[in-house]
């Protein structure tokens, strides 16, 4: 049994990650000339510091849990959270969830326009699959073309993509805890999930190293979910005069109002411990993310 | 000197090419299951069974000059197509262009409503990259990374979705000959490119072969769109009271309002012939993209 490292060892890998998605960010999404620039300059002011940047950090850390070159590793992780940032571009659009706010500043529509919003967010997911189909990501094409079809396969009509738009839906169908369940695999959990297997894929590690992450990852998002869904709650409640959140005043099944604010902890905290233990075959290197199966579910906002 | 076919072996050949492609399509666009379902239909709204399919029989006929496997070149020139449709899918959205109608029929966001056509669009284009990387594109990985970097590059700010923000702030710029050349070479000329480009990249064929299907491809996208501006101006003075169509009331520069209509039809004709002879090394195995470069300028849709 190992121990799990602190909050602060955990907050400073996160911040350190932070800071060197920035930097790669800054290098992969360059500023344009031409006219063209106003979309690269929204690329750019949707991507560039924001966000707690989980998704790249996950791939940092299942990279190195492989000993992969941390210059590829990044190269991933940015494609991962280019993909992350397009699709909060395209969510935050009048037509989906009309958002004005995000990240504490204007949503890149209202900073710029919905065209070039627009633009920005399939820029931003063409980039994406730009950079893992390129040389610096991996010398060998026979990792370099899994990554895309990974990437591509977690974030589509089967995935990411998939989950939008069951979400938009979600009134129109009984959501029990399955079909929530379901809901948040593809509209969250797969993309977490190509984030946790990116450093088994890069290593060509063994299947069942492979399987361990993925089973990790699996269990990670969904604690994920359900832990939103109580901050939603409880956030909220916290506040004067608020008892409930957004997503019980749009009636939206959530794992909160399915479960119980009790049952539904409960789940998460079981399912961090459960995703935990799916790390026994790496041993203490794989501690951060301990830490960030318990971060995910305790977290404040 | 070669006899270039007539016009209805070309017909024959694109049609052949509309039928392959739909039915190419058919398998890789499948009909979905669960409540996701609604923006697979929309995909395959929006890409089953319309257009010229120009961009697809420039791929399978770039890859029979190097005899590559039909099967495989099918799935490149779907994915070309992929990316063509979720392009006319977000540029017919309201906050672009705003129509209503596209190959005679409402448009994706008409059919359906905006959130799933946005959706619809994002999938396609990542379906796209799917389809590349997976291995029945080709049998070494070593092909399969180039073709998804080069649609990636073809596609994203550098290229389509630049030109398409150029386009939307061509009103604040002095759009000289110059300017709309760069700007079409950018939001058409580059997928044209690539498409003409990717038989060469199947078949690994040498540097001077693949240079030739590019330049090909540089004066075959110019003429396009020369004939595409000829289009607006001729087809509507045919109609009774109108004399100019829909760029000039827009107050657009186009080649025709830059260069005057007879200069326009002189250069079409001028870069058609140019793109003929650009073909030169493959003999008369390139006849068909001849009969295109002469199609393309003598079109009267």
Redesign the interface.
Known sequence: MTAIPSEGRLAQALKATGEAVNAELEILLPV?S???H???DA?RYASLDGGKRLRPFLVLQSAALFNVAEAAALRVACAVEMVHC?SLI?DD?P??DDDDLRRGRPTCHRQF????A??A???L???A??V???DPTHP???V???L??EL??A????GM??????D???A??TMDVPAIT?LQQ?KTGRLIGFSCEAGAVLAKAAPNLRQALKNYSHDLGLAFQIADDLLDVEGDAAQVGKAVGKDADAGKATFVSLLGVERARAQANMLADQACAHLDPFGEKADLLRATARFVVERRA
């Open positions: 344009g031409g006219p063209e106003r979309v690269h690329m397009y395209h659009l037509c989906m326009d919905e065209a070039t627009l633009l967010g399939d820029a997911l063409t980039r699959f730009e893992l189909a390129a060998d094409p026979a370099r073309c899994p895309v079809w591509a396969h974030s589509g009509g089967q993509v998939g989950g939008q738009m069951v938009l839906r979600a129109e169908f379901r593809m």
